[in-house]
Nanobody
Framework: VQLQASGGGLVQAGGSLRLSCAAS????????MGWFRQAPGKEREFVAAISRSGDNTYNADSVKGRFTISRDNAKNTVYLQMNSLEPEDTAVYYC???????????????WGQGTQVTVSS
């Protein structure tokens, strides 16, 4: 599966952005989808994941209550709604596909190219 992330940009602290990740092919619904992020000089970290059906989600503690992951299997797209953004959320955001609902980065076999999110204070 090929993934294409979009929707990043520059936003002020307290603002919102919605990221999208479009998948090619007919196998999208077979995969758990996740979002990760990588800030300059830091390791890539887990943000959120969603089950194949969309019924179950799993969020990092740092984004609970602020970020929401969702998916539309008819559109082969996964979303990340980000509210109450903070400067610490500044990073390149990546979507990824895995077979299990997990925060374990090596479990994700397919990755998008990343989209930059910058939050100004």
């Amino acid at each position: 599966v090929q993934l294409q992330a979009s929707g990043g940009g520059l936003v002020q602290a307290g603002g919102s952005l919605r990221l999208s990740c479009a998948a090619s092919g007919r196998t999208f619904r077979r995969y758990v989808m996740g979002w990760f992020r990588q800030a300059p000089g830091k390791e890539r970290e887990f943000v959120a994941a969603i089950s194949r059906s969309g019924d179950n989600t799993y969020n990092a503690d740092s984004v609970k209550g602020r970020f929401t992951i969702s998916r539309d299997n008819a559109k082969n797209t996964v979303y990340l709604q980000m509210n109450s953004l903070e400067p610490e959320d500044t990073a390149v955001y990546y979507c990824a596909a895995a077979l299990d609902l997990t925060a374990f980065r090596p479990a994700y076999d397919y990755w998008g190219q990343g989209t930059q999110v910058t939050v100004s204070s």
